[in-house]
């Protein structure tokens, strides 16, 4: 798959005439929580050659194509991408943590770290952790028995949010270290779950996990407390990403 996926990355780059700058796992395979059929979530950051920039209207700031059982393939313009860093999007600052990368040019993922811990902001992040969270209890969990993937999403997005609410930084990507906010009561639970999943398919069910419900309300209810007291103020740097900008056009395309 790693080989196709790079064949894929490479065509697209000839098909659309653009450089891509980055391209990482994004899904399941990257959380640390995979199943043997889990397909592959792609995700790339590309950019055009500079006059593509210099028009009155924009152009389309996304490639998107359709999934097939194994690969989920999308992409980001640059100046996209920056501007939803500046504005702390948490999937973006997911995408800069992937432990799986396919692809970088430009040393683009160093370059931008230094902005990662000022544009992140916190308020934001909790929101977005704390709906994912409160999709998965009020809808994906509501049953007496759960998809044991979608499981898996409630606790990450649980842990992820209780993270930024504990410890006011980005939350990590992978799963494992984001285990060591667990009650330990819950460990031995968790850790038979992850060995069902990595032998189960996407679509097996288990019976409601009683305790580990509770745990994950309670999370959405301690969150939705704390969201109000976090900080907004963050520092997106706009004039610096403008520089950067500038200086991957000028390198991505050179000679």
Request: aromatic share 10%; charged share 20%.
């Amino acid at each position: 798959m790693t080989s196709r996926i790079q064949t894929a990355l490479a065509q697209l780059e000839a098909t659309h005439g653009i450089r891509i700058l980055y391209a990482c796992e994004s899904g399941s395979r990257a959380w640390g929580f995979p199943s043997p059929d889990s397909d592959y979530d792609v995700r790339f950051i590309y950019c055009h050659p500079a006059d593509w920039y210099l028009t009155l209207d924009e152009g389309p700031d996304t490639l998107n194509f359709p999934v097939d059982d194994e690969l989920d393939l999308a992409g980001w313009e640059l100046r996209k991408a920056l501007r939803l860093l500046r504005s702390s999007n948490a999937a973006l600052f997911e995408w800069l943590q992937s432990p799986v990368v396919y692809h970088e040019a430009l040393n683009f993922r160093a370059r931008l770290a230094p902005f990662l811990p000022g544009a992140f902001n916190l308020k934001a992040g909790l929101h977005h952790y704390l709906g994912q969270l409160r999709r998965g209890v009020a809808e994906d969990l509501a049953g007496d028995e759960v998809q044991l993937k979608r499981l898996f999403y409630a606790l990450r997005a649980a842990l992820a949010a209780r993270w930024i609410r504990e410890r006011h930084s980005v939350p990590p990507m992978e799963f494992a270290p984001l285990r060591a906010l667990l009650p330990g009561a819950l460990a031995a639970d968790v850790n038979a779950l992850l060995q069902r999943k990595a032998q189960a398919n996407e679509k097996t069910m288990r019976p409601q996990p009683t305790a580990l419900l509770a745990f994950l309300q309670q999370e959405l209810a301690a969150g939705q407390a704390a969201r109000e007291a976090l900080p907004v103020a963050h520092n997106g740097r706009s004039g610096e990403l403008d520089t950067l900008l500038r200086a991957l056009l000028r390198e991505a395309f050179a000679g």
